[in-house]
Every structure is written in structure tokens, then in C-alpha cells.
């Protein structure tokens, strides 16, 4: 049973940076992928990145530039470098941990933009 304990969010400025972490400690299953989904208030969550075990990124086109995923090699640990945040970034993010049809989920950390 994995356990998922996601870290680094807070209050930042338009235009600022946050850097969030999501660390299994449970290190029981052998991931394969790994991501950020986040959920903006009234709207479904949706995917923001992920990365393989091979390295392989995807992004959404509206962080693609602005956000980095990475992970440690044991992939129990997932990491996203946000920068120039919008307002519109705001919601609440959520780590993502799969390995076929095994999918855990972090409990989800607050990140707000805002002046």
C-alpha cells in the first residue's frame, strides 16, 4: 500500500515560483509513472504532467512551458517546478502514482496564486 504525502504548496504572487514534492514512503510498489493533476475550484481535476520511468514528459499545453516534472531514479519521488504562476494556476494539486492497474493518489496540496 502506497503512501503518498505531497509538500510545498502555499500562497505565492502572480508571476512567483513553488516547487512541490510528493514522496511515497510506503517504497512497496515499483512505479512505472508518475504525475501532477490539479483541480481549480467548480472545474474536474485534470492532468498537468507526468513522467515515465524511462524519463518520458508530458505535459498540458498551458504549463508546458512554464512547469518541470522530475523524479528521483527509485521513482518514489515525484517533484513539479512551477514558475511564472497565473492566477489561473490556483486549485489544488494532487500527486499521481501508477504501475498498470495499481493508481495512487496523494491527498492533494493547496497552491494559490494571488497579489
Known amino acids: 500500500q502506497a503512501q503518498l504525502v505531497e509538500s510545498g504548496g502555499g500562497l505565492v504572487e502572480p508571476g512567483g515560483s513553488l516547487k512541490l514534492d510528493c514522496i511515497d514512503y510506503?517504497?512497496?510498489?515499483?512505479?512505472?509513472?508518475l504525475g501532477w493533476y490539479r483541480q481549480a475550484p467548480g472545474k474536474p481535476r485534470e492532468l498537468v504532467a507526468s513522467?515515465?520511468?524511462?524519463?518520458?514528459?508530458n505535459y498540458a499545453d498551458a504549463m508546458k512551458v512554464r512547469f518541470k516534472i522530475s523524479r528521483t531514479s527509485g521513482m518514489t519521488t515525484v517533484f513539479l517546478q512551477m514558475s511564472s504562476l497565473k492566477p489561473e494556476d490556483t486549485g489544488v494539486y494532487y500527486c499521481?502514482?501508477?504501475?498498470?492497474?495499481?493508481?495512487?493518489w496523494g491527498q492533494g496540496i493547496q497552491v494559490t496564486v494571488s497579489s
Open positions: 499521481n502514482m501508477a504501475r498498470a492497474s495499481l493508481i495512487y
Open positions: 513522467i515515465t520511468r524511462d524519463g518520458i514528459t
Open positions: 510506503s517504497w512497496s510498489i515499483n512505479f512505472n509513472v
